[in-house]
Structures are given as structure tokens and as C-alpha cells.
């Protein structure tokens, strides 16, 4: 079956530091996502990516991060000067198609832990 | 906007007995998708079940189904005969088209007892 797959599983860094996670989504999907959660907290949305744009990103995704697919298979999800505050589990996830009716069911990925020191 | 409630924050449930997991939920639009999800230790996140807030019909996924009563905004989700690789934390979600992405509850931790 196919799946979504995440790199790292658990990347460590230090506070400043560049960061860039990267995600795999299934390959007919079109819609691709980064949710994340802060340990014991809800998962909560970042960024939505259609047809090469953000179609729409929540107020924690603020200039420190940006989104971005390189090639017809990575999405990935870079954080430009890691914050403390920014440790927690990243989770991608994609969906198959534009209209509501498939694009409802997301397939999430593993999820990346990031540790921030 | 919506917003997903999950107010138990913890349950327990005996093995082979049936659990309620409560959620209620707030959203202005009229076309949605409701979920549950299970997120156990190694933290993924697996679909349990999904409702179309069009049907009028509870989902039913083997062991697990959903009481969605729509006009009092709440989506329930029953495990009957538990099991212990059900304990967990599980999480309530909602879908809109209108803003693509998916809005999750606090969760609420499961625990099955032998």
C-alpha cells in the first residue's frame, strides 16, 4: 500500500540552525500538508501546498519557514533559524485529488522529530 | 473557522469491554468530514474512521463506529470488545474544503486494562 514517507525520523539541532524536513508524499497525490505537535499537545496545521503554492498556512508559519517542492517527489518543509520553541513531532501528510471529496482523506506520514537545543 | 472540543482528556476501558470516546465540534460550513485518529506510542497517526457530514448514517469500521449526531454537533466514536493494542491516544478532526486542512481536538488518552 502505498505510503508517506519522512526523513529524518529524529533530526537534534541547535538553537539558530537551519532545518530542512523532508516528506515523500504518495505519487497521484496533488495536495500536501505540515501539521506539527509540541509533545503532549494537539496536532496543529502549518502549511497546505497545491500546484506549486501555499494555498494556505496557519499564523505559526511565519517567515522562519517555508515550504517548498524541489522535484516531482519531495515536499519539504524548512525552518531558517530553529527557535527552542520549535521542538515537536512534524507530520506530513497529502491527499489525492482538488475536489472535497477526495481531498478530505490525508494520509500522514511517520513524522519527524525535532529536537531543538 | 472550526473548532474540535475533546474535553475527557483521559479514558480507561476493561479488555473486551466497549468505550465512548466524546467530541463535539463547531463549524460554520455546511460541506465537512469528520475523523477520528489513533496516535499510539510511536507517535503516527492512523485514520480510525471518517464521517461525510452529508450521510446521514453512522460509520462503521469493525470494531469501531461512530455516533454523529449532527445538529448537536458531536461525533462519537465506540470501540467495542477493546483490545489492548487499542490504547492510545486518539484525536477528533474536522475537514472543510473552504480552508483545506484539518482541525484536531486536545486528544484523549485511551488505556486498556488486561
Known amino acids: 500500500e502505498p505510503e508517506v514517507t519522512q526523513t529524518p525520523s529524529h533530526q537534534v539541532t541547535q538553537m539558530g540552525q537551519e532545518v530542512i524536513l523532508r516528506c515523500v508524499p504518495i505519487?497521484?497525490?496533488?495536495?500536501f500538508y505540515w501539521y506539527r505537535q509540541i509533545l503532549g499537545q494537539k496536532v496543529e496545521f502549518l502549511v497546505s501546498f497545491y500546484n506549486n503554492e501555499i494555498s494556505e498556512k496557519s499564523e505559526i508559519f511565519d517567515d522562519q519557514f517555508s515550504v517548498e517542492r524541489p522535484d516531482g517527489s519531495n515536499f519539504t518543509l524548512k525552518i531558517r533559524s530553529t527557535k527552542l520553541e520549535d521542538s515537536a513531532m512534524y507530520f506530513c501528510?497529502?491527499?489525492?485529488?482538488?475536489?472535497?471529496?477526495?481531498?478530505?482523506?490525508?494520509?500522514f506520514g511517520p513524522g519527524t522529530r525535532l529536537t531543538v537545543t | 473557522a472550526q473548532t474540535v472540543t475533546q474535553s475527557q482528556p483521559e479514558m480507561s476501558v476493561q479488555e473486551a469491554e466497549t468505550v465512548t470516546l466524546s467530541c463535539t465540534y463547531d463549524?460554520?460550513?455546511?460541506?465537512?468530514?469528520l475523523f477520528w485518529y489513533k496516535q499510539p506510542p510511536s507517535r503516527q497517526m492512523i485514520l480510525v474512521i471518517r464521517q461525510e457530514a452529508y450521510k446521514q448514517q453512522n460509520a462503521t469500521e469493525n470494531r469501531f463506529s461512530v455516533n454523529f449526531q449532527k445538529a448537536a454537533k458531536s461525533f462519537s466514536l465506540k470501540i467495542s470488545d477493546s483490545q489492548l493494542g487499542d490504547a492510545a491516544m486518539y484525536f477528533c478532526?474536522?475537514?472543510?474544503?473552504?480552508?483545506?486542512?484539518?482541525?484536531f481536538g486536545k486528544g484523549i488518552t485511551l488505556s486498556v486494562r488486561p
Open positions: 501528510a497529502s491527499s489525492e485529488d482538488v475536489g472535497l471529496a477526495a481531498a478530505y482523506e490525508q494520509y
Open positions: 505519487s497521484n497525490h496533488l495536495y
Open positions: 478532526a474536522c475537514f472543510t474544503g473552504a480552508n483545506s486542512k484539518l482541525t
Open positions: 463549524t460554520s460550513e455546511s460541506d465537512y468530514y
